[in-house]
Nanobody
């Protein structure tokens, strides 16, 4: 069973920054990794992904403000978030596709509020 553990969430003012981490219990080399977010009452929304080769992809609304990266030696994926907006409040979840299976972490809460 693969475990994904997110950390780094918290309360931040609009315009602020946070860095999220997702630590996997197994090697992530060769694995497509992604971040999603879910606000109360809303559907889960894809935010960013990074291929096994390190190519990033972003939701248009976060491009230029968010950066996804990976450290395969540490089995960890990161999401650097800058200039955060109140509407980006929610639980941020890590996602991994390993073989035919998809795994989710339990998420870390991000609250953007003054």
């Amino acid at each position: 069973q693969v475990q994904l553990v997110e950390s780094g969430g918290g309360l931040v003012q609009p315009g602020g920054s946070l860095r999220l981490s997702c630590a996997a219990s197994t090697s992530i080399s060769g694995v497509l990794m992604a971040w999603y977010r879910q606000a109360p009452g809303n559907q889960r929304e894809w935010v960013a992904a990074i291929t096994s080769g390190g190519n990033p992809h972003y939701l248009i609304s976060v491009e230029g403000r968010f950066t996804i990266s990976r450290d395969n030696a540490k089995n960890t994926v990161y999401l650097e978030m800058n200039n955060l907006k109140p509407e980006e409040t929610g639980v941020y979840l890590c996602n991994a596709h390993i073989g035919a299976a998809t795994y989710w972490g339990q998420g870390t809460q991000v609250t953007v509020s003054s």
